[in-house]
């Protein structure tokens, strides 16, 4: 069954205008300090990657969809570092907020559609081939 209905999700807005990608650009390829960092910090490096696969990696991270509403285009080595919580209120969704605020994204929670393919009963079970 495909059904089409409000689902949470997470979206980000590109907070400056389109004619500072460059600033964005040499802001993510900034490299982060090498100190050392607490077992419970999270850190990802992403090489020649697009917004779509900074997405992808966000998704996975705070298991929720998230939707890029930026439209901006390019490559980018991508440093997300996202520290120890500061204490048992500090969710992940504020250490990634904090973390993609570095680069002038926005992350907002958002209700939007979605399809979602569900599959409620199986007739029968498989053979091999």
Not at 36 to 44: E, L, M, Y
Not at 95 to 114: H, I, N, W
């Amino acid at each position: 069954m495909l059904s089409s209905s409000p689902s949470r999700a997470h979206t980000w807005n590109h907070r400056r205008p389109l004619d500072h990608e460059a600033e964005m650009k040499r802001t993510m390829e900034k490299s982060l300090d090498q100190k050392q960092r607490p077992a419970s910090s999270i850190r990802r490096h992403l090489t020649n990657a697009t917004l779509g696969r900074l997405t992808e990696t966000l998704a996975q991270l705070l298991q929720r969809p998230v939707i890029d509403l930026t439209s901006v285009s390019g490559k980018y080595n991508i440093d997300l570092d996202l520290p120890a919580p500061e204490s048992n209120d500090d969710s992940l969704e504020c250490r990634v907020s904090r973390a993609l605020s570095r680069f002038g994204l926005k992350l907002e929670s958002r209700k939007l559609p979605a399809a979602v393919l569900v599959v409620d009963s199986v007739s029968k079970a498989p053979t091999a081939n």
